[in-house]
């Protein structure tokens, strides 16, 4: 997947996973961006792990993954902020 391929679909992800949690968070559309492609990564990464695909392309499985990888950061990152 090209680097253009890849922030679409961090966008997508991220907007779905701040579209499912949303709330107060600073940093605008390109902390939604990094936060999409850095989920990605680890939604692709932990579904691997457990033998449920990855999120390689633009498929409703990559995608799923990609944003359950961006919701759990998301969630990590308001954790953090909180403490």
């Keep these: ?4 391929s890849w922030l679409l679909l961090g966008l997508i ?6 579209w499912l ?7 605008g559309i390109f902390v939604t ?3 999409g492609i ?5 939604g692709g990464f ?7 695909g ?3 392309g633009f498929s409703v499985g990559g995608i799923l ?5 961006a919701f759990l950061l998301l969630f990590l990152y308001r954790k953090m902020k909180a403490a």
């Design 21 to 27: 949690m949303p709330g107060d968070d600073p940093g």
């Design 13 to 18: 992800a991220g907007i779905l996973a701040k």
């Design 33 to 35: 961006i990094g936060l």
């Design 1 to 4: 997947m090209g680097i253009l």
């Design 65 to 69: 993954v990609a944003t359950a990888g």
């Design 54 to 56: 990855t999120a390689g």
């Design 46 to 52: 932990l579904a691997s792990l457990v033998g449920l």
């Design 38 to 42: 850095a989920g990605s990564f680890v």
